[in-house]
């Protein structure tokens, strides 16, 4: 039976003595090579921004794809060998360290419009936008509790901030009660968490002219499958996909003149999370079941931490270098399906049950999901946000898996009840016994 110890994909984080070794023998080492790659590449950081373009055939392309106004650096300069490895073992460092709350004092009186903010990403992003000192107003249907206490508040810092925020009540798919809502109102930054489509973002630019920032949660989804990867910024994108609503909504803040800047999240965790991603998981691990993944279980993706993701968030405000600019915001480092369930194993302090793979062409699943992830290789560079936004992700993988099995699984906090139905056509097909371990 494997054990539960993960191996990186690419040594980005390393010692300074196992660095120097490397050096020593003569650079063989990956992890120095992908280091040293990394900083040449964040020094030029495409500095050629004529060549970014939206390459596809829907409306015209628009100036977020760019990747020129990050550092003002000949690219001649070079970097000493001390310098790699300061800045490795400072990230390495940085995953492992307490987190602690953001602080800004010029959030002190700035009227915020945030549209969601009561699930997941936005419970995180308001809780720091009040901590900062912002005057937060969370615009929701009004169908369910505004605030609610998640894991992270203690009694005293739920209270705090449960009256801090404030409310309009407003269904956004009536432009004209929305237009009515926000007219005068006087909102500087807008936090779009929730936007699906262009037309949604039309009466809320109609009703803020003046609004000094729009802030739109876009999806890495939008990028069309591409040989090479990790996807850029800059890579073509699918109007065909599921998120192309987000690309609409994209370029209409571009063509009205906004001062917008779209995020473009990967696979995200965390406690709270309302996607079945490290669940999937955690229930097979628990139940000691043997866990069923399609294809050859190398598939590289890409997890990123719902904190991680609300930092990013609040270091776009009052930043000109992310006017009119996408970002794409996950962890640095990449991780295989298979590294996922090992991962998930040494986040709940169990041995990894058995791993098996399948072909899922092979089964009619019908409308059952029997994965919860893409069936490809999926993962996006992160270095135009680390670069722009003087931010680096402080969960590691194993971090952030912890903290949600901790915080919300072990506690009994589900999605979705174990089902595991399409595992048992699988196994049964293989002719693999579905349990052979009990979680301790």
Known sequence: ???????????????????????????????????????????????????????????????????????????????SLTQI????????????????ATVMSAGAGKKVLML???????TYL??????????????????K???????????????KFAAAVKHIACDRSDPEAMKAALTGTGFEIVFDMNGREAVEAEPILDA??????????????????????????????????????KLYTEQLLDSRGVNWTSVRPVYITGVGNYNQVEEW??????????????????????????????????????????????????????VTFDGIAKACAEAMGVECPPIVHYNAKDFDFGK???????????????????ADLDWTPEYGLVDGLRDSYEKDFKRGRFIKAADFTTDDMVLEKLGVPAKQAVMA
């Open 1 to 79: 039976m494997a054990t539960c110890s993960i191996r990186s994909m690419i040594n980005g984080e390393f010692s300074s003595a196992t660095a120097t070794a490397a050096a020593e023998d003569q650079g063989q080492k990956v992890g120095l090579r992908y280091s040293m790659q990394r900083v040449q590449r964040a020094q030029v950081f495409r500095a050629s921004a004529n060549k970014a373009s939206l390459k596809s055939s829907a409306p015209a392309q628009f100036a977020g794809l760019r990747r020129p106004n990050l550092l003002d650096i000949d690219s001649n300069v070079t970097v």
């Open 85 to 100: 490895l300061s800045a490795s073992t400072v990230r390495a460092s940085a995953s492992r360290a307490p987190r602690c």
């Open 116 to 122: 969601g903010g009561t699930r997941f990403i936005g």
């Open 126 to 143: 308001a809780r720091e936008l009040v901590n900062a000192g912002y005057e937060l107003t969370l615009l929701t249907r009004g169908k």
């Open 145 to 159: 509790a505004i605030t609610s206490q998640i894991p992270d508040d203690t009694d005293d810092s739920y209270a």
């Open 208 to 245: 803020l002219p003046d609004v000094k920032q729009y802030i739109f949660c876009s999806s890495a989804g939008v990028y069309k499958k591409n040989d090479q990867m990790p996807h850029r910024e800059e890579d073509e994108v699918d109007f065909n996909s599921r998120h192309k609503g």
């Open 281 to 334: 998981f955690f229930h097979r691990i628990a139940a000691g079941r043997t866990i069923p993944i399609p294809g050859s279980g190398m598939q590289v993706t890409q997890l990123g931490n719902v904190k991680d993701l609300a930092t990013a968030f609040m270091k776009i405000i009052d930043n000109p270098k992310a006017a009119r600019q996408v970002y794409n915001v996950a962890n640095e480092r990449f």
């Open 368 to 386: 059952l999901k029997a994965f919860p992830m893409r069936d490809q290789h999926f993962f996006a560079s992160v270095d135009k946000a680390m």
